[in-house]
T-cell receptor, first 111, second 115 residues
Framework: AQSVTQPDIHITVSEGASLELRCNYSYGATPYLFWYVQSPGQGLQLLLKYFSGDTLVQGIKGFEAEFKRSQSSFNLRKPSVHWSDAAEYFCAVRAGNQFYFGTGTSLTVIP | NAGVTQTPKFQVLKTGQSMTLQCAQDMNHEYMSWYRQDPGMGLRLIHYSVGAGITDQGEVPNGYNVSRSTTEDFPLRLLSAAPSQTSVYFC??????????????FGEGSRLTVL
């Protein structure tokens, strides 16, 4: 069965520090992978996606993610976090006509 | 440039009442879906549709009905609300896999409380 695991429920980083959010997926075929961000009381906004080609993908707001097939991972990174990055982050995999989401990682940014 | 529009944004129901959450998209997307978001559970798929007249169940379909009579609209019906259906509901649409990954575009959510 398809699934997505985000092992970190909550992460706290200092402003200006680097960030890595972990995502592992379970899916038999070539995955379509996504990272979304959700600010409080808002819908989800796409940060970046992977479906083929270069395994390092660039997204909006300075985020990037790397697809590693051997590790079934799609970790999200940002070299320098801004206070406005505080939000909930969701990793997702598309399997046919269904999307599977992780349980999310809540990011707190301290000044 | 509306995208995905959900109404209402907030609703309080009593147990046993019925209601419909409305969802409309103006991007001519064939794929539409409904999710519920609960603390610590992420987003779980309720129902989805790959085109007008075609619907299918997702992970948590019990207690919910959908129909798709037009490309633009995909309403979600609660026939007899239960407290377990207290949640935030999101509608999302996608252009499908053609030409890319077919990412989801989300509405702003509808917060439902069942007393």
């Amino acid at each position: 069965a398809q699934s997505v695991t985000q092992p970190d429920i909550h992460i706290t980083v200092s402003e200006g520090a680097s960030l890595e959010l972990r995502c592992n997926y379970s899916y038999g075929a070539t995955p379509y992978l996504f990272w979304y961000v959700q600010s409080p009381g808002q819908g989800l906004q796409l940060l970046l996606k992977y479906f083929s080609g270069d395994t390092l993908v660039q997204g909006i707001k300075g985020f990037e993610a790397e697809f590693k097939r051997s590790q079934s991972s799609f970790n999200l990174r940002k070299p320098s976090v801004h206070w406005s990055d505080a939000a909930e982050y969701f990793c997702a995999v598309r399997a046919g006509n269904q999307f599977y989401f992780g349980t999310g990682t809540s990011l707190t940014v301290i000044p | 440039n509306a995208g995905v529009t959900q109404t209402p944004k907030f609703q309080v129901l009593k147990t046993g009442q019925s209601m419909t959450l409305q969802c409309a998209q103006d991007m001519n997307h064939e794929y539409m879906s409904w999710y519920r978001q609960d603390p610590g559970m992420g987003l779980r798929l309720i129902h989805y549709s790959v085109g007008a007249g075609i619907t299918d169940q997702g992970e948590v379909p019990n207690g919910y009905n959908v129909s798709r009579s037009t490309t633009e609209d995909f309403p979600l019906r609660l026939l007899s609300a239960a407290p377990s259906q207290t949640s935030v509901y999101f509608c999302a649409s996608s252009s499908g896999l053609a030409g890319g990954a077919g990412e989801l575009f989300f509405g702003e959510g509808s917060r439902l409380t069942v007393l």
